[in-house]
């Protein structure tokens, strides 16, 4: 069974800087999809970026960014310019292509400091 | 537009009542999903559809029924719950799985939950 792993159940920044979260995986399969989720205090949990397993360049969205390593099967999320509206609760999940569920990380929870 | 709404946002039930909660997409998505979350934890998978029908059951108990009348909504109907069975119940839905090297990926749209609280 595939599972998502993510080491930081907490990480801070100050405002402006740039963090970077931790995720690993574990899968025997080529065909996946990796994805980032935010979920602020707000509770609504929403996609921050994906990467198909395929594809060696890293995805990008505005200030997120990831590392993934597929050989290392490491898919880190980096965020630049740290904002206060980035602090969440952020998941790291694994889905095989065909497939519809979604394997989640335990999540890290990320604080924003002004 | 990537909305999924959810109704109500609270409820508070106790362990005889019946009551059902409400999801919603306008997005044409052909997949619909109900997650349960506990607090400070991911989500877990409870039930999937696929074009109106029941293609994953996650083994919950029966005291929760999914239903699912039509493309655009989903309902999750309570029944004898457990002071365990409070948390924040997600529905999330996604659109037709895209094609990439022949194999179909699925995003997942998430609504903001209802925070469900049995006494």
């Known amino acids: 069974a595939q599972t998502v792993t993510q080491s930081q159940p907490e990480m801070s920044v100050q405002e402006a800087e740039t963090v970077t979260l931790s995720c690993t995986y574990d899968?025997?399969?080529?065909?996946?999809?990796l994805f980032w989720y935010k979920q602020p205090p707000s509770r609504q949990m929403i996609l921050v970026i994906r990467?198909?397993?395929?594809?060696?360049q890293n995805a990008t969205e505005n200030r997120f960014s990831v590392n993934f390593q597929k050989a290392a099967k490491s898919f880190s999320l980096k965020i630049s310019d740290s904002q206060l509206g980035d602090a969440a609760m952020y998941f790291c999940?694994?889905?095989?292509?065909?497939?519809?569920?979604?394997?989640f990380g335990k999540g890290t929870k990320l604080t924003v400091n002004p | 537009d990537t909305e999924v709404t959810q109704t109500p946002k609270h409820l508070v039930m106790g362990m005889t009542n019946k009551k059902s909660l409400k999801c919603e997409q306008h997005?044409?998505?052909?997949?619909m999903y109900w997650y349960k979350q506990k607090a400070k934890k991911p989500p877990e998978l409870m039930f999937v559809?696929?074009?109106?029908?029941?293609?994953i059951n996650e083994s919950v108990p029966s005291r929760f029924s999914p239903e699912c009348p039509n493309s655009s909504l989903l309902n999750l109907h309570l029944h004898a719950l457990q002071p365990e069975d409070s948390a924040l119940y997600l529905c999330?839905?996604?659109?037709?799985?895209?094609?990439?090297?022949?194999?179909?990926?699925?995003?997942?749209?998430f609504g903001p939950g209802t925070r469900l609280t049995v006494t």
């Open positions: 999330a839905s996604s659109p037709q799985g895209f094609m990439i090297q022949g194999t179909l990926a699925y995003e997942q749209y």
């Open positions: 899968t025997s399969e080529s065909d996946y999809y």
């Open positions: 990467q198909e397993a395929y594809k060696q």
């Open positions: 999940a694994y889905s095989q292509g065909g497939s519809e569920k979604l394997v």
């Open positions: 997005m044409g998505h052909r997949a």
């Open positions: 559809y696929s074009y109106e029908k029941l293609s």
